[in-house]
Each structure stands twice: as structure tokens, then as C-alpha cells.
């Protein structure tokens, strides 16, 4: 099945802005080999600009890195510096779709994501939701994607030895958006 207007219940062509009390952003990566750290980022902005064409649709994110969130200070700071997000020189983590597309039964989303500075093409796959109009006449559209990049791709290289052999982090990050977004009157 592709993707169509016709295909896709209460479709709109428009601009959607982001409903923040509705979406999150947040990662994971392994931790001592054995368990994985999550985190969220609690300041970001998306923006979808929907046509006629949904494979047309143009989608933005741009997440403030310094608003990382692992439920542990310390470690949060530590990831502000120049070993992870150095937030002094690269304050966001910015995401332009090139393509959206029907995967089987996912939608992926393809485009680039620049972090530190470096710019690498990722998709992003996952569940388009739907679109609804709420009881306050608002028109949403909701998606749950992820994605995953190797964090050394992007110039975080920071890590540690372990005394058991093996790293205390992964490479591998997991990426995942669950947002909601409010049609533009």
C-alpha cells in the first residue's frame, strides 16, 4: 500500500506545529554492557508542512541539547561538555526530512540529522498514528518513530575501559520521537 491523500483518513495539506504536552523525545544507549541508560530531551520543536503529496510532506526537529534529562545531575552535566554534547559550540541537534514513505506496515522517514556539527543521513521508522480533531476543534496528527545512530559517527567518542573488559558505553544511541502536532489554522 502506498501513501496517498485518499489513504490516510481526515488528511490535510497545511503546516502543523508541534504539541509540546503531547511529545517526547528521548534516547538509550548500553551502560557497562549490561543494562542501558535512557534519557529525554525536554526542549525540542517540530514542524510539518503537509501538500497535496503526503510523500511530499517536509518535516523539521530541533532539539536543545542542554535540556538532556537521565534523572541524574551529574551525569547530565557531563554530557553538556565537549566529551558528549558540547553545548557551548553545538547548542542543538537538528533534523530536515528529504522523504516519507511507506515501509511494509511502517511509515520511514528519511532525511539528515546534524549533531556536534556533523551531518549523516538517518531514516527514522515507525507508526504513523492518524489524524483526529480533538473536542476543542483542534485538528492532531500523532507518529511514534526511532532511529539508531552510532553516536562515534557524529564525533561523541568519549568512553571509558572497564576494568572486565568491554566499554562502559555503547555506540549504538536509540532515537525515538513520540509527537503530536496540531494543524495550523
Known sequence: MSITAATIPGYVA?????DPTHSDITFSVRHLAISKVRGTFEKFDVTVVTTEDPTATSITASVDVASVNTNQADRDAHLRT??????DQFPTMDFVSSAVRQDGDDIAI??????RG????VTL???????ITDGYGQVKAGASVSTKIDR????????A???AGGF?????VTITLDIQVVLQP
Open 14 to 18: 497545511g503546516t502543523w506545529a508541534l
Open 82 to 87: 565537549s566529551d558528549f554534547f558540547a553545548i
Open 110 to 115: 528519511d532525511g539528515n540529522l546534524t549533531l
Open 118 to 121: 556533523v551531518t549523516k543521513p
Open 125 to 131: 521508522k515507525g507508526e504513523f498514528g492518524g489524524i
Open 152 to 159: 562515534t559517527a557524529f564525533g561523541v567518542n568519549w568512553n
Open 161 to 163: 575501559a572497564l576494568e
Open 168 to 172: 562502559t558505553l555503547g555506540n549504538d
